[in-house]
């Protein structure tokens, strides 16, 4: 079973743009809190950004104010925009839905920043 598909990683230049989906089963989608984490080489797993249900949004310090999260009800998808990128964003993304009973993590996106 896959849960969560994720789309939109590849290669973008330093200041570029990039645009990260998941895709969720509309059960878990409705009603789960959804983020990103993400994982570099030799870094330990950290959030990247946080959407829950309500809608809060939450973003790690390092990525405020260039990257948003937000939910795309018609497609039961969480999508991350990611705006002035830098080499220090390059990194494996996950996608995760947590339904309170039940987390579920996508198999990750390669997004490589680099000139």
């Known amino acids: 079973q896959v849960q969560l598909v994720e789309s939109g990683g590849g290669l973008v230049q330093p200041g570029g743009s990039l645009t990260l989906s998941c895709a969720a089963a509309e059960n878990i989608f409705s009603i ?3 983020g990103w984490y993400r994982q570099a ?3 330990q797993r ?3 950004a946080f959407i829950a249900r309500g809608g809060s949004t939450n973003y790690a310090d390092s990525v ?3 990257f948003t999260i937000s939910r795309d009800t018609t497609k039961n998808m969480v999508v991350l925009q990611m705006n002035s ?3 220090e964003d390059t990194a494996v993304y996950f996608c995760v839905a947590n339904r309170g009973t ?3 993590w996508g198999l990750g996106n390669q997004v490589t920043v680099s000139s």
């Open 32 to 34: 789960s809190d959804m």
């Open 41 to 43: 080489p030799g870094k």
């Open 46 to 48: 950290e959030l990247v």
């Open 64 to 66: 405020k104010g260039r």
């Open 85 to 87: 990128l830098k080499p």
């Open 102 to 104: 039940r987390v579920y």
